[in-house]
């Protein structure tokens, strides 16, 4: 069987992921990853939380859904759980994720 | 002054530095750590953020309640009972509208600038529970 060789490389991109509160206890933060050009900012989270079953379960229902006291932001700008399948990630981007604040 | 910070602040100093001509109150509130039987208190901010979101709220309730002067402290880092947590000093001509500014801003930040804390006991640790925001939902 013949084999093709691919002539381009899948292109990687550098992304911080920040975790707070309980999340970072767990999880860890200011983790800067290498995530491949296409991947979603739910994908990205999943990646990264499956090193931690607890804190995997944290953040994830079992459908792997962010569970909805989930906070995400990117680049500091709130993003829309919901909206986190169609949200690309792009080179340079700081994705945070943290419980409900509780400051004051 | 805005800030985000591991120090205390002089309060009677940061009052002094916003009299100005036309201020006829300040409403001062202290929020500290209090003794339900817990060793300290713990508090983190995702900082640029957070101090960003500070300000946009001062700007706002400055030009909602008419305000004179805002300062926000808010203190992250290990703290013991008793210890302010966040200060923030309102000035405006009329007592009406410090107070309704001051009680803007705290309702504000209680609802979603980035800091969480944790209260240490002798046996363990607690996050406090957030009593706002839904990840899901436009903002």
């Keep these: 069987m013949r084999r093709y060789n691919h002539c381009h490389e899948e292109k990687v991109m550098k992304v911080k992921v920040r975790f707070f509160a309980r999340f970072k206890e767990l999880l860890g933060t200011d983790i800067v990853v290498d995530a491949a050009t296409g991947i979603a900012l739910n994908g990205l989270i999943r990646d990264i939380a499956a090193k931690n079953s607890e804190g995997y379960d944290e953040i994830f229902d079992e459908n792997g859904t962010f ?7 990117r680049n500091g700008k709130r993003i829309d759980s919901t909206d986190a399948p ?6 340079g981007d700081e994705i945070a994720v943290f419980p409900p604040v509780a400051g004051g | 002054m805005i800030a985000i910070q591991k120090e205390d602040v002089d309060v009677g100093k940061l009052i002094d530095a916003a009299k100005q001509l036309g201020t006829g ?4 509130f202290d929020g500290i750590v209090r003794d339900d039987d817990i060793v300290e208190m713990e508090l983190e901010a995702y900082h640029d953020v957070a101090l960003k979101e500070l ?3 001062a700007e706002e309730a400055k030009k909602i309640h008419n305000l004179l002067s805002v300062d926000i402290i808010h203190r992250i880092g290990r703290l013991a009972v008793g210890e302010n ?4 000093v309102v000035g405006a001509g009329h007592r009406a509208e410090a107070f309704d500014g001051c009680r803007f801003i705290i309702e504000a930040i209680k609802a979603g600038v980035p800091i969480w804390k944790k209260e240490l006991r002798k046996n363990g640790g607690r996050w406090v529970p957030g009593e706002h925001q839904h990840g899901a939902g436009k903002i």
């Design chain 1, 67 to 73: 569970k909805d006291f989930v906070i995400l932001m």
């Design chain 2, 85 to 88: 947590i966040l200060i923030i």
């Design chain 2, 55 to 57: 300000k946009r709220i």
């Design chain 1, 86 to 91: 169609q949200t690309k990630i792009e080179d």
């Design chain 2, 25 to 28: 109150a300040f409403v001062i």
